[in-house]
């Protein structure tokens, strides 16, 4: 599957008519400022239902809700979920799932959990997983169909607490999708050395797919493109290449790709259309992953 991120239906639309084919997968969030709104079927099960869109969803959940400073909505920690104080919710949002006719959805719960940027990175690894893994557990509940997908972020071996990223992988009896969001930054990838080296990172989309082979599970890669925003490497049609490259080289893996179109001034600036920041990279894109 190959998809784009889209806020809005008519994104997908704009995407499906410039790369010349239809877009399998929509990307999205749910809105994280509370639990009401996290667990909310208004968005983005309500504007995605079947008849709306066939396609398939990869929603993004976090592990709890934060407000618009990224602090935990009342307080909201590790060590609660752990113990189950979150549970029903989850529950909640898995019987959503099934009331809207996504009982099959992509979940990223917890996405790029390796990073510091967003709250629920584990401060204890142990109780972390037990968290997670309640939450799986609670979504599963009522809708036993959900995917799981697990996904880090690129380049960041260690957790913020220095300890390896795969330590806080839940097991597989949770995970169905090991993933990664991958932008070419934080270094980007200029050469064939430079990729080569950061892909065989641990938390590089190499050994991702090395990974999700060893446990039997699908790989996946949410967010990605090139990236023209500071640390970023620019329009590099390279960095296309080769996602394109180790796609179709592991297809028989391949869970689904998405790829991350975005002009907000405090983001990646890595639109290829609606506005077409980067050119070079918009029209090799379009020759590999469009109709032609």
């Known amino acids: 599957m190959s998809g784009a991120n889209a806020n809005y239906p008519m994104d997908i639309d704009q995407w499906a008519k410039w790369t010349g084919r239809p877009v399998d997968l929509a990307l999205m969030f749910v809105t994280r400022d509370s ?11 309500d504007a995605y239902t079947r008849d709306k869109w066939p396609g398939q969803i990869s929603v993004a959940v ?4 934060v407000d618009h400073s ?36 992509i ?43 697990w996904t880090m972020s690129m380049h ?10 795969w ?10 999708i090991i993933g990664v969001d991958y932008y070419d930054m934080a270094p980007p990838a200029p050469t064939e050395k ?32 090139v990236v023209s925003a500071s640390d970023g490497g620019g329009d590099n049609p390279f960095f296309v290449e080769k996602m394109y490259e180790t796609f179709r080289a592991n297809t028989d893996v391949l869970a689904y790709e998405s790829y991350w179109n975005n002009h907000e001034p405090d983001n990646v600036h890595s639109s290829l259309l609606n506005p077409v ?12 992953f469009g109709a032609g």
Do not use: M
């Open 70 to 105: 990224g602090a935990p909505v009342d307080g909201a920690n590790e060590n609660d979920c752990a113990a189950g104080a979150y549970d029903q919710y989850f529950a909640q949002l898995g019987g959503n799932l099934q009331k809207y006719g996504r009982p099959d959805a």
């Open 107 to 149: 979940v990223r719960l917890g996405w790029e959990f390796n990073g510091d940027w967003f709250n629920w990175y584990p401060r204890d690894v142990e109780v972390w997983k037990n968290c997670y893994q309640h939450e799986v557990a609670a979504l599963r509940s009522t809708a036993p169909e959900v995917q799981i997908d």
């Open 277 to 288: 920041l980067n050119p070079r990279s918009a029209k090799r894109y379009q020759q590999l």
């Open 35 to 45: 639990w009401a709104n996290l667990v909310s079927p208004h968005w983005p099960l």
């Open 62 to 65: 976090p592990l709890w809700p």
């Open 167 to 176: 330590a806080a992988y839940p097991g597989d009896d949770y995970v169905d």
């Open 194 to 225: 430079i990729w080569d080296d950061l892909c065989d990172n641990p938390s590089g989309l190499c050994n991702i797919v090395k990974e999700a082979r060893a446990h039997g599970k699908k790989f996946s890669v949410p967010e990605w493109g």
């Open 156 to 165: 960041r071996d260690t957790l913020p607490d220095g300890t390896d990223v």
